[in-house]
C-alpha cells in the first residue's frame, strides 16, 4: 500500500515520467514485436554471419539496447510492483531492486516494443533512501518489496503514487505538497486548489505488524519446509522469522513444523496432489494475545492427532484454539469448505478500537490492527458523524467498518455478497450489543436500491470495495441515491482515481484524500477519500 520522500526534489519531479512508463507494462503486448520479420529475416542473417534472430528482431525495432546489453542508466521513479523506472536514450527499462534518484548500471534481459526488463548489476550513485534490507531471505522472498528504501522513503512514494494515479488516471489537479497539509479544507477549496492528498500516515514500528500468517508447506532434505513462494515461482522458502509477522507467529510456525517432523507427518505435493499438510495458518489476536492454529490439510485423517496436537498445546500454551481445515482440491485456493475444531474454542477474540471482534478460521480480519484503527478513525472523520445520520456501508465484510460506524450514527446498514462473511457481521453486532446496525446479504448494486424503495435514505455511504474496485451499477446507484458524502475507503490506486473520476463526473466533489501505510515494505497502499456533493 504507499510512498515517496521530503527533500528528494528530483524523485518527486521525475515521478509522473516513471508512472508514465509504468503504466505501459499493463499492456497486453501478444506476441512480441517484429518477430515474425525476425523469423525470416533472421534465417537470411543467420546464413550471411550475422546476429541470429533476436538481435535482428531488436535492431529492426531500433530500440537502443538489445538483450544482454549492459548500460549506465537514470532511474527517474518506481511503479506498483516496486521496481525502479528508467530510461536508455527514451526506452523505459523496469529494473528489479533500484530506487529513484539512483544511477546503475544494469543488463537487459528482455525487451519489448515500448518497454524492456534489466537486472541490476551495480549502484554507480545511491539514493540517500537505499538502506540495507535487514532480512537475511529479502532477495529471494516475495514478500516484500521495498525493504531496501527507509521507511521515510517509503511513506513519502506512496503518497506520490496516489498522486501520480489520480492525475495520469483520473485526470484530477492535486494540490501541492504545502496546500495539501493547509489546516482547512473544503470543496471550494478543492475545486480552486486542487485536490488535498495529505502525507501518508505510516507506522512508529513499521515491523511485526501482521497478525496472520498463511505459510505453505513444502518437503526437503530433513522433512518439512515452510515460508514463502520465491519471487515469481511456487518454489518455497523455507524460514525461520519474517519481520512483518507478529513474533509469536512464527514461533508457532517454527514449532509446528519441528513437530511434524517428529510424528512423519508428509509435505503437500501440488504436482502430484499426494501427501497430507498444505498450510499451516496462525491467527494473533493483538489486544487479548489469544491464538489460532489453523492446519490445512489434504484430506481428514491426521497421523499421530492427539500426540501432535498434545505437543503443541504444550509447547505453545497461548494458543486458545487448533482447527483443521480439509482441502483435497487441486488448486492454490489456500482453504477448503470444511473446518473443524481439533481442540479449545471455533473463534478468537480481538478489538479494533472499543469493538471487539470474534475471528473464526476463515473470516476475514484486517492483518494490521495497529493501522485499521488509523485508518478506521479518519473513515468516522470523513463521515462526519453527529449520531443523527443514516450510514450505508457498501462491501461490509465481517462488519468490521459498520460496527465502528455504528458508534457515532444513528443508523448503520451494512450489505456484503459472501454470505458467511454477513453471518460474522450479524454475530460481531450481537456480541458488540449493537442494535443499530442491519446487515444483508447480496451485492451493493441490488440490494441498495432495495432498500432506497423501502423508504432508506443514506445521509452517508461509505465503499471498501476489493482491489477491482466498485461494481458500475453501484457508482450509479450511488449518484441516484445522492448521499450528501461519499467515504471511498480503497486499497487499489489505480481503479480508485477510476472510480473517483465517474462520481465526479456524475455532481461529487473529491476534496480529500489520506494516504495510510498499512502494509510497511510492500508496495501497497491504502486511501481513504471524502467526496461531498457539488451543491451542498
Not at 517484429?34 to 543467420?46: D, M, Y
Not at 484503527?373 to 465481517?398: Q, S
Request: glycine letters at 10%; a neutral charge.
Amino acid at each position: 500500500m504507499t510512498n515517496n520522500r521530503s527533500g528528494r526534489g528530483k524523485s518527486r519531479r521525475n515521478a509522473n515520467a516513471g508512472q508514465a512508463a509504468g503504466q505501459n507494462r499493463g499492456r497486453s503486448t501478444g506476441a512480441r514485436p517484429g518477430q515474425e520479420k525476425g523469423r525470416s529475416t533472421g534465417q537470411q542473417g543467420q546464413r550471411a554471419g550475422q546476429r541470429p534472430q533476436a538481435g535482428l528482431s531488436t535492431a529492426l525495432l531500433n530500440l537502443p539496447v538489445q538483450k544482454n546489453d549492459e548500460t549506465i542508466i537514470d532511474i527517474i521513479g518506481m511503479n506498483h510492483d516496486g521496481e525502479g523506472v528508467g530510461r536508455a536514450e527514451g526506452y523505459t527499462l523496469f529494473v528489479q531492486g533500484a530506487l529513484p534518484g539512483e544511477r546503475v548500471k544494469v543488463r537487459v534481459l528482455k525487451t519489448k516494443k515500448q518497454y524492456g526488463y534489466a537486472k541490476l548489476l551495480d549502484i554507480v550513485q545511491a539514493s540517500p533512501d537505499r538502506v540495507a534490507a535487514p532480512c537475511p531471505i529479502y532477495d529471494q522472498c516475495g514478500g516484500c518489496q521495498l525493504q531496501h528504501m527507509s521507511y521515510e522513503g517509503q511513506l513519502a512514494w506512496k503518497r506520490q503514487h496516489v498522486v501520480d494515479v489520480l492525475e495520469r488516471i483520473g485526470k484530477f489537479e492535486v494540490a501541492s505538497v504545502e496546500g495539501a497539509e493547509a489546516d482547512v479544507v473544503d470543496a471550494d477549496k478543492a475545486a480552486s486548489t486542487g485536490i488535498k492528498v495529505h502525507q501518508t500516515l505510516g507506522m512508529s514500528e513499521p515491523w511485526r505488524y501482521r497478525n496472520k500468517a498463511q505459510v505453505p508447506i513444502g518437503v526437503a532434505e530433513g522433512g518439512l519446509v515452510g515460508g514463502f513462494y520465491a519471487r515469481g515461482s511456487h518454489r518455497i522458502i523455507d524460514m525461520e522469522t519474517c519481520l512483518i509477522q507478529h513474533e509469536h507467529n512464527d514461533e508457532v510456525v517454527g514449532k509446528v513444523k519441528e513437530l511434524g517432523r517428529e510424528f512423519g507427518i508428509s509435505a503437500y505435493n501440488e504436482e502430484t496432489g499426494r501427501g497430507l499438510l498444505r498450510h499451516v495458518v496462525v491467527k494473533k489476536a493483538f489486544r487479548t494475545g489469544e491464538m489460532m492454529l489453523v492446519l490445512v490439510t489434504n484430506g481428514r485423517d491426521i497421523p499421530h492427532k492427539d500426540a501432535w496436537i498434545g505437543s503443541i498445546r504444550e509447547a505453545i500454551p497461548h494458543v486458545a484454539s487448533i482447527c483443521q481445515n480439509v482441502n483435497t482440491k487441486q488448486t492454490n485456493v489456500i482453504f477448503g469448505d470444511e473446518t473443524r475444531v481439533l481442540w479449545g474454542r471455533d473463534v478468537i477474540y480481538d478489538y479494533i478500537g472499543d469493538v471487539q471482534f470474534a475471528i473464526s478460521a476463515r473470516s476475514f480480519y484486517q492483518v494490521n490492527p495497529v493501522q485499521t484503527e488509523v485508518l478506521y478513525g479518519k473513515t468516522v472523520e470523513y463521515a462526519k458523524l453527529t449520531g443523527k445520520e443514516t450510514v450505508i456501508d457498501a462491501y461490509c465484510g465481517i462488519g468490521t467498518i459498520s460496527l465502528f460506524l455504528a458508534q457515532h450514527a444513528d443508523q448503520v446498514y451494512g450489505v456484503e455478497i459472501v454470505k458467511e462473511a454477513i453471518e460474522d457481521a450479524r454475530s460481531n453486532a450481537k456480541l458488540n450489543e449493537m442494535n443499530n446496525v442491519k446487515f444483508e446479504v447480496g451485492a451493493s448494486e441490488d440490494v441498495i436500491p432495495r432498500w432506497k424503495e423501502q423508504g432508506i435514505e443514506a445521509d452517508v455511504i461509505v465503499v471498501d470495495p476489493p482491489r477491482k474496485g466498485c461494481d458500475p451499477r453501484l457508482l450509479d446507484t450511488i449518484l441516484e441515491m445522492k448521499p450528501e458524502r461519499v467515504v471511498y475507503v480503497s486499497c487499489n490506486p489505480s481503479t480508485l482515481a477510476r472510480d473517483l473520476r465517474v462520481l465526479e463526473d456524475g455532481g461529487y466533489q473529491t476534496v480529500e484524500v489520506q494516504p495510510v501505510d498499512m502494509f510497511p515494505h510492500t508496495t501497497h497502499v491504502e486511501s481513504v477519500v471524502l467526496l461531498v456533493q457539488e451543491s451542498l
